[in-house]
Structure formats: C-alpha cells, structure tokens
C-alpha cells in the first residue's frame, strides 16, 4: 500500500506564497506520474499539474506555480507563487503507478483578498 501525505496548507494573502509538500511511503514503485489537483465545494476535482513524463500545468496556473519532485526522498512539492483568491481549494496529491491510483486526503489553500 501507499500513503500520501499533504502538507503545507494555510491561509494566505492574495499575492503571497505557499510551499505544499507530499510525501510517500509504502510500496512506492513504477510511478507513472505524480501531480497536483485542487477541488472547491460543489466543483469537480480539477488538474492544477503533474510531473511525469513530462510536466504539464493548468493554463491558470502558469508562471505561478511550479511543480517538482525528491525522488530519493518521495516527495513532491508545489510551490505556488502570486496566489489569487480563485486559487482557494483543497489541494490533493496523487500518484499514478501501473498498478493503480493514490491520493491524500487534501491540505486546504486559503488565499484572501
């Protein structure tokens, strides 16, 4: 099995900075991709980025935030720069391995104007 762990989460200016951390343990190996989603009540859960093979960004977070992993240590960050207060949600770390799908339970961003 795999946890994921979130952190980082807090309340936050509007034009401040926050560092969510995700760390792994358990049976971490072929890992496709780990990323980033964010989920408001009443919305669906949305992309906000992943690093595989490639990185990809939700086009409202671009230039803003900036996703990156510590293989030797499992962990995957986001660091999210010039908040809004449309960036306020739950935000869930997941990893995508051959097997199947984890995610954390969530840290909560709150950005106020």
């Known amino acids: 099995q795999v946890q994921l762990v979130e952190s980082g989460g807090g309340l936050v200016q509007a034009g401040g900075s926050l560092r969510l951390s995700c760390a792994a343990s358990g049976n971490v190996f072929r890992i496709i991709s780990m990323g980033w989603y964010r989920q408001v009540p009443g919305k669906q859960r949305e992309l906000v980025a992943i690093s595989g093979g490639s990185t990809v960004y939700a086009d409202s977070v671009k230039g803003r935030f900036t996703i990156s992993r510590d293989n030797a240590k499992n962990t995957l960050y986001l660091q999210m720069n010039s908040l809004k207060p449309e960036d306020t949600a739950v935000y869930y770390c997941?990893?995508?391995?051959?097997?199947?799908?984890?995610w954390g339970k969530g840290t909560l961003v709150t950005v106020s104007s």
């Open positions: 997941n990893m995508r391995t051959s097997v199947m799908d984890y």
